[in-house]
């Protein structure tokens, strides 16, 4: 079928102009004198030429420009230096009494650094201020009494001594087997099985004799079910619901023009003024860059600050005594690896080579299989009939020609084009039309394709 990407959902222009009522309004009509509600859409009236068009907007018919006056200008005064010797003295350089100062004495002593072995006869300011004093010693209130063994024997048994009764241990008797020696000779491999087993004879097994196969005298009923039961009665074609194709419009050319073309009245345009920036004029006269700060600026010559550096410390040429409490009194001990702790085996391992010999192996005796009859039935049917594959769609079905677009190669396909609706489809007419037959569809005159 013919896909088109249009939206509309016409296929044809048939000429029936739009109704613009709404199912509302054909399914409920007027009652009486009440009116239907009007539409507050705005008509879609065309505006009537009004002249030529003014390039003013609102704003400029109403706005007022207002007369700018400009700002009053201070000018800025002359400088004049005072004559005269500034004072730079302030209130603390008048008020302040300077006081010699020292050095501040630190509050932590410095560390002493003993570099000598002499010993130090300096007495501790705590031996010093410290005064032994003899305190009397307070008497214990605890009465000394010497500790005297109990000479009696202790009578409080306890319940484990009243409750357990002693008792005879009886010991399970051992698993392990004794110890027996092995045989001096050689190993004889008889088994009980070996030496009880009764041989038996095998009576022969029972071989159903096989049935020659009779073939039977009737005929062979081919027919299954399906064959038997259908009869392949006449019926009627089912009949296409594609709609016919007629051809709906005139044969008038196409005029070529559009509602858009017949109400559109193109209207003169000023083009807007062009504003045009003044030319850029460089002053002549040379620029003033000195300020009130390179002018009145005296500068000083002001030291520059010594660094607040601590006073280097002593360096002492002694060597470095490295010896402490650890390497003095610690020794390193000789620590032996302990063995493994491993048991020895009771169960000794063989030494003699293994038979692989099984006692399936020993007593199995292979017999001869028989393969049993096969249940398979005798093909009766002969192979050289050839099969039947028709079904009901080969013979039934007739193939119908694929229809091709003719909008993407007119000239090729053999169609010429005839016009184009007011939905934008255009017809092309076949140039020599193909008969067609009693099962296919008829072809039309005038086939629509995608614009």
Not at 18 to 37: D, I, K, R
Not at 154 to 179: A, E, H, I, V
Not at 255 to 283: A, I, N, S
């Amino acid at each position: 079928r013919h896909r088109c990407c249009h939206r509309s959902t016409k296929f044809y222009d048939d000429g029936v102009h739009p109704s613009h009522q709404t199912e509302y309004l054909e399914n409920y009509p007027g009652y009486g004198n009440v009116c239907p509600p009007e539409s507050c859409k705005p008509k879609p009236e065309v505006r009537e030429d009004q002249g030529r068009m003014d390039g003013t907007t609102t704003f400029k018919s109403d706005y007022l420009p207002y007369e700018i006056l400009t700002r009053p200008f201070r000018p800025q005064e002359e400088y004049r230096p005072k004559s005269g010797k500034i004072d730079l003295g302030t209130i603390y350089q008048r008020d302040y009494s300077p006081h010699k100062v020292g050095p501040v004495t630190l509050a932590r002593p410095r560390e002493r650094k003993h570099t000598s072995d002499a010993k130090v006869d300096t007495i501790p300011t705590y031996r010093d201020d410290y005064r032994l004093r003899k305190g009397e010693r307070s008497e214990s209130c605890k009465v000394e009494r010497a500790y005297e063994p109990p000479s009696e024997r202790f009578g409080n048994p306890s319940t484990f001594q009243d409750d357990y009764l002693p008792r005879q241990p009886n010991p399970p008797p051992s698993c392990k087997p004794c110890d027996t020696k092995l045989a001096e000779g050689p190993f004889d491999a008889n088994t009980i099985h070996r030496t009880a087993y009764v041989v038996h004879e095998m009576k022969p097994l029972f071989v159903r004799p096989r049935e020659e196969y009779k073939p039977s005298d009737q005929p062979f009923e081919d027919l299954t079910t399906h064959q038997r039961d259908f009869k392949g009665m006449p019926g009627e074609q089912a009949k296409s619901c594609k709609p016919e194709s007629r051809k709906v419009g005139s044969d008038d050319p196409f005029k070529g023009t559009t509602e858009f073309q017949d109400r559109y009245q193109p209207y003169l345009v000023t083009t807007p003024e062009f504003h045009k920036p003044r030319e850029y004029v460089p002053p002549t006269d040379k620029m003033d860059l000195k300020s009130s700060n390179r002018l009145d600026y005296i500068s000083h010559k002001v030291a520059p600050r010594a660094p607040i550096k601590p006073a280097p410390g002593r360096k002492s040429s002694a060597p470095f005594q490295g010896k402490t409490t650890t390497k003095e009194h610690y020794q390193p001990w000789n620590v032996c690896r302990q063995g493994l702790i491993k048991k020895e085996e009771e169960i000794q391992k063989p030494t003699g080579k293994i038979s692989g010999l099984t006692t399936f192996r020993s007593h199995y005796v292979p017999h001869q299989p028989n393969p049993p009859p096969s249940f398979k039935p005798v093909q009766a049917v002969a192979t050289g009939v050839p099969f039947k594959d028709e079904t009901l769609y080969r013979t039934e079905y007739t193939p119908k020609k694929p229809e091709v677009c003719p909008g993407l190669d007119p000239g090729a396909l053999g169609y010429i084009y005839v016009n184009t609706d007011s939905q934008g489809h255009k017809f092309y007419r076949q140039v020599s039309p193909e008969p067609s037959g009693s099962n296919c569809n008829p072809i039309p005159e005038e086939v629509p394709a995608v614009s």
